[in-house]
């Protein structure tokens, strides 16, 4: 009788992004500025050897050891003790490209060195399990990462107006099938310029205003959505419908703090029980909610976060002191992926509803998630995210990136679904929710 030998296991996953659009619309290009490289091989040398040289990648091959050396590393070693003329091999900068990209991920290499080779810059490409590094000809290097962020730009231009007409393929569909129904019963009523929770936090009602006339007008555009506008007053005075109205995974959010705080039982309990915590909500918007119920319910400190137009709107204020918590939180600017200010270095529970939206913010958001977490961790404190969103708006392509990357930036992601957010009167179809620990990596 013959035996067929067992098949291999399965690969192991590597993390990062795969889908090749979500990659391009989120590149993020970061030149090397300080540093020139040069490539050496040396036909003796084994791994370990020249480690004097620093360098940042070496390749094994058939011709001998390969290393690429900062030059100025090169210099203090002295060139002439290890054999290398930095006259005689081509300068080359870093550029990396700043999005986390699966290992098995197609097409990026191809899309990239296609747009570098039309404007004749040579395009060298080594991998990291992170991120992709370019190393082009010094002089080149500048122009090269314009046209990076002009690609980057043009790809996030035609994801969003792939989202706004809903263009997803019909292999899109059947894969989310059965997530969103075609009827997806609402819990936040966006034609009431008032909405009161469902529920109370103890006695209390927590209701907020919401900005309609907002979702008539243009949203922002992304990348005017990404810097740190300064405006002040009432959305009204600039176009755009960020943050202006409530969507059902803030409500959903709130929900699940007010239970974690109440019910014993409830199995999340210590990650999202508010009570005597340092919290701060991401993305706030100009309702809050999520952040407004954690102060509510007695958290130690809750900062409000969002863009300076966000933070600075009237509405936002008026929401806080219809519920009667103007000293009860605190508001501060900050931008996606950028650094983390002062005031939220000792944060124990984050929280973001809602802000998962365009495949360009997923990345910066799960960055700002991450080095906060960094933050908490060596100020001694263990710190969870909840993250909610709803659904029913339809940008899957993002949501798809969002648990991609979850999963290859933390040990831990705990997807909530039925009883775990379900409650009488809170209709939760459209809305998932997960709970983010443990960092992988840190930016």
């Known amino acids: 009788m013959s035996m067929s030998s067992p098949s ?41 050897d020249h480690a004097k040289l620093r360098p940042v990648a070496t390749c094994q091959e058939r011709e001998g050891l390969t290393f690429v050396v900062p030059l100025s590393v090169l210099m203090e070693c002295g060139s002439d003790d290890v054999g290398i003329d930095p006259a005689q091999q081509p300068h080359m900068r870093r550029i990396t490209l700043g999005v986390h990209s699966s290992l098995e991920a197609v097409g990026l290499t191809a899309a990239v060195s296609t747009l570098l080779a039309k404007h004749e810059i040579s395009a060298n490409m080594i991998a990291g399990h992170h991120h992709d590094h370019l190393f082009v000809p010094a002089n080149d290097a500048e122009r090269a990462v314009e046209l990076l962020i002009q690609f980057a730009e043009e790809s996030r231009a035609a994801t969003r107006k792939e989202n706004d007409c809903h263009g997803e393929s019909d ?7 059965g997530l969103m129904p075609l009827h997806v019963e609402k819990i936040v009523d966006h034609s009431n310029p008032i909405f009161t929770l469902p529920f109370k936090i103890g006695s209390k009602q927590i209701s907020i205003e919401q900005d309609i006339e907002a979702r008539r007008r243009p949203a922002f555009d992304t990348a005017t959505a990404g810097d740190d ?61 999520p952040g407004q119920v954690a102060a509510t319910l007695g958290a130690m400190r ?37 650094p983390i200010p002062a005031e939220l270095s000792d944060v124990q529970l984050i929280l973001a509803a809602d802000c998962i939206y365009d495949l360009s913010l997923v990345e910066p958001l799960l960055s700002s998630i991450s080095n906060i977490m960094v933050a908490a961790k060596a100020n001694g404190n263990i710190c969870v995210a909840l ?57």
């Open 302 to 338: 809750v900062s409000l976060t969002d863009l300076n137009c966000i933070v600075d709107a009237d509405i936002l204020r008026r929401n806080i002191d219809r519920n009667g918590l103007s000293d009860d939180v605190e508001l501060f600017p900050h931008k996606w992926g950028g």
């Open 171 to 177: 292999e899109d569909a059947e894969t989310w099938e």
């Open 8 to 48: 291999p296991p399965p690969p192991t996953p590597t993390g990062g992004i795969k889908e090749l659009d979500a990659i391009l619309s989120t590149l993020s290009p970061e030149l090397d500025k300080h540093e020139v490289y040069i490539f050496h091989t040396d036909p003796d040398a084994s791994y370990g």
């Open 387 to 443: 993250v909610t969103f709803d659904t029913s708006i339809g940008r899957h392509k993002a949501y798809a990136m969002f648990e991609q990357e979850a999963h290859a930036r933390f040990e831990s992601v705990e997807f909530l679904e039925g009883d775990d957010i379900s409650r009488e009167h809170l209709a939760t179809d459209s809305v998932k929710a997960y709970i983010l620990s443990g960092l992988k990596f840190r930016d």
């Open 229 to 289: 506008v300064e405006v002040g007053g009432d959305l009204t005075e600039h176009d755009s419908r960020t943050g202006a109205v409530l969507w059902d995974g803030a409500v959903v959010a709130a929900s699940l703090l007010e239970r974690c705080s109440t019910d014993s039982t409830q199995k999340f309990r210590d990650q999202l029980d508010p009570r005597g915590k340092v919290v701060a909500e991401l993305g706030c918007g100009c309702s809050a909610v």
